[in-house]
């Protein structure tokens, strides 16, 4: 934040802001934010994350060695981290790994890849969303962010309204039977449940969109899945959405898009929508 203030407008958000926050967060948690073997630096983490989530940006034949390159790193990383844990999230998730017994190495492996990539791409594209939305259709509610309980229940919404990516569709197998809409579900089928449709259904969620955003959701969001599917990074996105929102709003309270929304460049992927670029002033 300071320094995004300090270098002065114009500036854009998303290379200044939206993906240097959850850069930090991302490696300070999982403990890469030092010198030596572990330090990632954000160009690798960058290329490993797009190859992960098949999303643009490199040519697909990279996606393969730049995979090979993140897997192996990773591994060596679980192992130094069992010789010489920390007070890092890696090195509790290998520890409860290794009480636990029946964590086989590459679903742990893959945990920590996930963890590491996703959920830093994830924060940077729900936060990119929610500045588009705020600054591009709802300019009139950003400085009222400087509220602290406004933004906590104004992050809440935009995280159930606004889908992270276009695939909103999530498979599901039924099990039990079950009667949904007068319809059968026999037991170990297969459904592709729509759960944005669903936190977007009017006789839940009426007024959608158009509530006051300062106003807390009337039922529960499905926007991180429920049950033993629950996101497991959910508490993250959160916490960063709010703090992030927050601290903008009450730094720059007359910052605002410098292209109309209808003209931003958007960065498309399997997993996340989000702008590639969020030119603003103040």
Do not use: K
Not at 163 to 191: K, Q, S, Y
């Amino acid at each position: 934040m300071d320094a995004l203030v300090a270098a002065g407008p114009p500036a854009d958000l998303v290379s200044a802001f939206t993906r240097p926050v959850p850069f930090a967060v991302t490696t300070r948690l999982m403990g890469l934010d030092g010198d030596g073997p572990d330090h990632l630096d954000e160009r690798r983490l960058r290329r490993w994350t797009l190859a992960l989530l098949a999303q643009g940006g490199e040519p697909a034949a990279d996606h393969g060695e730049a995979l090979a390159e993140f897997t192996a790193f990773t591994e060596e990383l679980i192992e130094r981290r069992r010789r010489a844990p920390g007070p890092d999230l890696v090195s509790r998730l290998v520890r409860a790994a290794d009480q636990d017994g029946g964590i086989p190495p590459d679903a742990l492996a893959f945990l920590v890849l996930g963890l590491t990539a996703s959920g830093n791409e994830s924060v940077t594209g729900a936060l990119g969303n929610a500045l588009a939305y705020l600054l591009g259709e709802r300019p009139e509610h950003w400085p009222r962010l400087a509220d602290p309980g406004v933004t906590e229940h104004t992050a809440e919404r935009l995280l159930h309204f606004i889908p992270l990516g276009d695939d909103e569709a999530t498979v599901r197998r039924a099990a039990a039977a079950v009667e949904l809409g007068g319809v059968t579900i026999p037991a170990g089928a297969v459904v592709a449940a729509s759960l944005g449709s669903a936190n977007r259904d009017p006789a839940v969620h009426p007024e959608g969109l158009d509530a006051d955003l300062a106003r807390p959701l009337g039922a529960p969001t499905l926007a991180f899945s429920a049950g033993p599917h629950y996101c497991i990074g959910a508490w993250r996105v959160r916490l960063e959405m709010r703090e992030a929102l927050h601290r903008l709003a009450t730094a720059l309270p007359g910052l605002r898009l410098t292209v109309p929304i209808d003209r931003l460049d958007w960065q498309l992927g399997s997993t996340t929508r989000s702008p590639a670029a969020l030119p603003v002033s103040w």
